[in-house]
């Protein structure tokens, strides 16, 4: 495997720095984007579940309706029952059958009058669920209209952003790989623990990027140098002069212009 090209402590900083750059604009997209991906992603769940909400309801109501279908031929059933009851009460020879026949026919009123019953708790059950669906489906409609226009607005901002944010993806690649996997690892390791992915910084003012802290005259004068890699003892951060920063500022425009 060929061995990677040795290069200078200021190519290496040149090449942080350039990474910070377009690392900087990758986040700068991203942040435009904001919340968008997932808020789009919480309404999608959410729709989702009012869908099924909506189809478990519309089982519950298909089978309470079956319900309502069984005791109506329960009430039948027990009806012609009754009635050969009374045609056997006709013919019976003591009273001991007759009565008997009518417990049956006793047994079977109360049948009817609990089926009945049955039957008008499954439709109030029926008009509660009803109800809910109405409800749930006017919640449906208002949260899919609302995805609706959130996709439209992350779809937009995608469109606008996506070719620039490829191509700033391809370029960090592509500076990332012209930097050892140690000094790499070290640029990622300080980017995510740092506030808003800030690894690499420039002198401003006798002081790092972001910070009040100052920088002693002989520090500031070793980062100029470029002879060294330099990390701020208060930031965590590594250090480049004002001047390399801005020469390099202007060269990654150039690229992205």
Do not use: C, W
Request: net charge negative; hydrophobic share 35%; proline share 1%.
């Amino acid at each position: 495997m060929a061995k990677k090209k040795e290069i200078s402590v200021e190519q290496k900083l040149r090449a942080l720095y350039d990474l910070q750059l377009i690392d900087s604009r990758i986040d700068e997209i991203r942040n435009v984007r904001g919340e968008l991906p997932l808020e789009v992603e919480d309404l999608e769940d959410e729709v989702a579940g009012l869908n099924t909400r909506l189809s478990n309801l519309a089982v519950e109501v298909t089978n309470l309706e079956t319900d309502i279908n069984n005791k109506k031929l329960a009430i039948e059933e027990s009806k012609e029952l009754m009635k050969k009851y009374d045609e056997q009460q006709k013919k019976v020879r003591n009273n001991r059958e007759f009565d008997s026949l009518a417990k049956e026919v006793e047994y079977q009123e109360l049948e009817i009058q609990l089926a009945e019953k049955r039957i008008n708790e499954y439709k109030a059950k029926i008009a509660q669920k009803n109800e809910v669906i109405d409800a749930t489906k006017e919640k449906l409609a208002k949260q899919d209209q609302h995805l609706g226009h959130k996709k439209a607005e992350l779809d937009a901002i995608l469109k606008e952003t996506e070719k620039e944010e490829k191509l700033l993806a391809k370029k960090s690649e592509e500076f990332s790989e012209s930097l050892d996997a140690h000094l790499f690892a070290a640029y990622t390791r300080i980017r995510n623990k740092v506030k808003n992915g800030l690894a690499v910084v420039a002198i401003e003012r006798g002081a790092s990027g972001g910070s009040y802290f100052t920088i002693p005259p002989q520090v500031q004068l070793e980062i100029a140098n470029r002879k060294k890699i330099t990390i701020d003892e208060h930031s965590g951060r590594i250090l480049v002069d004002a001047a390399l920063a801005e020469e390099e500022k202007e060269k990654i425009d150039k690229i992205f212009s």
